[in-house]
């Protein structure tokens, strides 16, 4: 039978780091209509936060400002360790891949963020990047 001290809710991830090297956090993957539910995206923000829900990010789909105060609400959520606030009071903002990335976790999991996994390839070292796939 499944316990709720079984259920893990957050899982360590690589995304996009601050200067080029890639970074690890710990992120959850919040309901995007249970933040709506609960006020955090506000109304305003609700057509954006439902096409993005539904159709995904897309180069010529709707406003940039609005799609960018979506995802922030999202990361906000999402980030877990460290936590949006921490950032935030430590007067670091995440960059436009980062938001991207986290999106794309909370929305498909682990196996969205494949793509950026290649982006620390060879550094220090590491010859297994070109192992790594696109």
């Not at 090297?21 to 923000?45: C, D, F, M």
């Not at 929305?107 to 790594?132: H, P, T, Y």
Request: net charge negative.
């Amino acid at each position: 039978m499944l316990s709720v001290d079984s259920i893990k809710t957050s899982q360590t991830v690589t995304i996009p780091g601050w200067c080029g090297e890639a970074v690890e956090v710990e992120l959850t993957r919040p309901s995007i209509l249970a933040l709506a539910a609960a006020g955090a995206i506000t109304n305003p923000l609700l057509k954006t936060a439902r096409r993005i829900f539904y159709a995904g990010l897309s180069p010529d789909g709707g406003d940039l400002a609005e799609e960018g105060r979506v995802l922030l609400e999202i990361a906000k959520a999402a980030l877990v360790k460290p936590a949006f606030h921490e950032l935030e009071a430590a007067g670091i903002a995440l960059t436009d891949e980062q938001l991207v990335a986290i999106f794309q976790f909370t929305q498909f999991g682990a196996k969205a963020l494949d793509r950026f996994r290649g982006l620390s390839a060879g550094i220090d070292g590491d010859i297994r990047g070109a192992e790594v796939s696109d």
